[in-house]
Each structure stands twice: as structure tokens, then as C-alpha cells.
């Protein structure tokens, strides 16, 4: 049986090539020091584990990902407790140190980073405004949080995709500075 005729409709993705040197060093890091990594994605809805399933050879450390879209997979999947959620909101630095340890320990990585956030154009707040991103890191001896701003309040709104991008990137290059 010939193969399929099979012609490329989009160009590689410009967003994944920028980041290659970045998804290197993460590479050489996990491989050096025989480390695997797991994600929990909610606003990034897969775009991290896409980033870095385009390196060649990512599966040499990379095991996989939970992408817990919803706060029933959230609780269900990655044992978030539902009180936690309820009270604090999904896009928040509990919830995300919690969806971290719950994907840490659902594949058995080494490290976790997890990604919860408020990607628009609707769904803000005030407190909880677009762009707003929490994080979570869990590894050997770390335990972290982090929050950023990725379309400020007094400028005008930053696109999804860009709000998307730019959580990959910090996300990224928070965990090799680790």
C-alpha cells in the first residue's frame, strides 16, 4: 500500500522555533542530571507540553501531561481539594502549587510545573484580571509559586495566543533557573 500524499498546510510554528535554544538548555539540564518532568496545564490548554514534544529527543526526560481544563479535573485527576478551588478560584497560587503535586505524583516525574491563569478575551475581574497567570513548580527540595501579569490593567489587552506564549516562555525559564 503507497503512503498517503501528505503536504504541509501551516508552516512550522514560528512561536516553537523562537524558543528552541530554550528547550535545548532545558533538555541538556534534565538529561545531565537524569530528571523527568510532568506538566499541569489549565490556560495554556497544551500549548507547554506542544512546546516542548517539538524538540526531538524531549521523551529522553519528558513523561507528559495532564491538561485540566476544567476544576473537576482539577479535584478529580490531580486531588486539588475542591474546598481549595471553591474558595481561592482556579487562578490561583494554591491551586496551582496543588495541580503541580498532583501531576508530580499522578506520572512520577521528578519535577512539575504547572500553569493556571486567565487567557481572555473575557472571563477577568478585577482581582483576577486577563492576563492574570499563576504557576507551580515542585522538584527536589522546591516548593514554589509565581504570579504574573501578562496584560497589565492600564495598557490595552494583549491577545490570548501572546497570553498563552508568554506563560510557556516564563514557565520555561523559571524552571532552569532552578
Excluded at 542530571?33 to 517539538?54: D, K, M, N, P, V
Excluded at 486539588?80 to 496543588?98: D, H, N
Excluded at 500553569?115 to 472571563?123: D, H, L, M, R, Y
Aim: charged letters at 15%; glycine letters at 10%.
Amino acid at each position: 500500500m503507497d503512503a498517503p500524499d501528505v503536504k504541509p498546510i501551516f508552516a512550522p510554528s514560528a512561536f516553537f522555533e523562537s524558543i528552541r535554544p530554550l528547550l535545548i538548555q532545558l533538555k541538556k539540564r534534565f538529561d545531565d542530571h537524569g530528571e523527568t518532568l510532568a506538566f499541569a496545564e489549565s490556560c495554556t490548554g497544551g500549548l507547554l507540553s506542544a512546546s516542548l514534544a517539538s524538540l526531538p529527543g524531549a521523551s529522553s526526560f519528558y513523561l507528559g501531561a495532564v491538561i485540566s481544563y476544567h476544576r473537576s479535573v482539577k479535584n478529580k485527576i490531580l486531588y486539588v481539594p475542591m474546598p481549595t478551588i471553591e474558595v481561592l478560584g482556579e487562578v490561583s497560587t494554591p491551586v496551582a502549587l496543588g495541580m503541580a503535586q498532583g501531576v508530580k505524583r499522578a506520572l512520577g516525574s521528578t519535577w512539575a510545573v504547572s500553569v493556571s491563569g486567565v487567557a481572555g478575551p473575557s472571563g477577568g475581574t478585577k482581582e483576577k484580571p486577563v492576563g492574570m497567570v499563576c504557576f507551580g513548580f515542585v522538584g527536589p527540595g522546591v516548593s514554589e509559586t509565581a504570579t504574573q501579569y501578562f496584560s497589565p490593567p492600564d495598557e490595552p489587552a494583549v491577545s490570548r495566543e501572546l497570553i498563552q506564549q508568554n506563560s510557556v516562555v516564563f514557565a520555561l525559564e523559571t524552571l532552569l533557573g532552578f
